[in-house]
């Protein structure tokens, strides 16, 4: 006998939108101004950065394309919708916030027996700019980062922005002071190596939901037990818990209840209270039962755990 027990669909990221918009037009206004004064300024730290920005505000195209398609309904062959395009966001700007950190630290490494001439006032200006800029859009993706993959890869990206920009202004500073050049090959050298942890956790998230791997908030031997807890239930098989979305895991399990609650038709109430149990002790937004007589699960016991 199958059953199942539902809430709705709804995610996380789509009250970010009009906050990714605005950050997206703040981080290209700063590349726009990084690569004029890398230009003129010859400053490494600086185009490295720009480099940064521009595949920042790629990947926060990308997330806010995604939370977009994100609301679109579930409908046809799509039963869940656009929502897990939100994820291939997510991997797509850990790759991209990869490649840009090993061009940034090869070029560096390149430049360090040959750093050129820098306009340190050029450098400390548009750095200035660009750490403002990159403070706001911090304040804006703030509260909204634990919600959504998408918005965190974006904070995330932000945030390296920040740091890359305040790397930036040290080393101005320092080649302004000393008129040693070299300080720009290494906050170069710094803002790529800052990159790549980030990318490395994004990934490994996004991958993880793709992968289908359970929740890592969401213990199944936890819930294994507590299902089991539920009056009329003798055994659980088939348990399974997975991420469709940011904000949205889901689980499915075969229960097995007593033939003497069968019996009495205390099917229907065995199934909400498994619901309830669920709402009450763990954050799952969906979840589906396949109830089952003690019979057939003896039947099922050489396929299934």
Known sequence: MGAGHAHGHGTAAGASRGRLAAVLGLTLAVFVAEVVGAVVSGSLALLADAGHMATDALGIGLALGAVT?????ARGRRTFGWQRVEILAAVANGLLLTSVAVVVVVEAVRRIGDPPEIDSTVV??????????????????????QGSLAVRGAHLEVLGDALGSVAVLVAGGVVALTGWTPADTVAALLVGCLVLPRAWALLRESLDVLLEAAPRDVDLDRVRAHLLGVDGVVGVHDLHAWTITSGLPVLSAHVVVSDEALAAGHGGWVLDALGACLGDHFDVAHCTFQIEAEAHADHEA????
Do not use: I, S, T, Y
């Open 69 to 73: 398609l994100a609301q679109r309904p």
């Open 124 to 145: 400390l200006a548009v750095a200035a700019v660009g750490l403002v800029a990159n403070l706001a859009g911090l304040a804006l993706l703030h509260r909204r980062r």
């Open 302 to 305: 050489p396929v299934h755990d």
